[in-house]
């Protein structure tokens, strides 16, 4: 899959990504997702690859609860990650939280 010059210039700083990140891709993506994502997993220090079986495109649309997984997995890399509870943020678990108009 060819990039355009802005994203190859980009891709060379992944490496300096110092953030969890958390990537999902269906195992039967018909449009090279998956590759993208294994090479994004190698690039990024901090990243977690989790490879939905028998699951190709539009994960968003056709598999919602894995992306609420996804965040929830992030959620637990992040809290995980601090050791100090006097660092830890005040704000709550995202499915914690109440949206009003």
Not at 49 to 63: D, F, G, K, R, W
Request: hydrophobic share 40%.
């Amino acid at each position: 899959m060819a990039f355009s010059p802005a994203a190859e210039q980009i891709s060379k700083r992944y490496k300096e990504i110092n953030h969890p990140v958390v990537i999902v891709a269906g195992d039967n993506d018909p449009f090279g997702t998956k590759e993208q994502s294994l090479r994004l997993k190698e690039d990024i220090p901090h990243a977690e690859l989790i490879l939905l079986p028998e699951v190709a495109h539009m994960i968003p649309q056709n598999h919602p609860q894995q992306v609420v997984n996804a965040i929830d997995r992030l959620w637990e890399i992040i809290v995980g990650d601090m050791s100090d509870s006097s660092m830890r943020s005040p704000v709550p678990h995202p499915t914690n939280l109440t949206i009003t108009k």
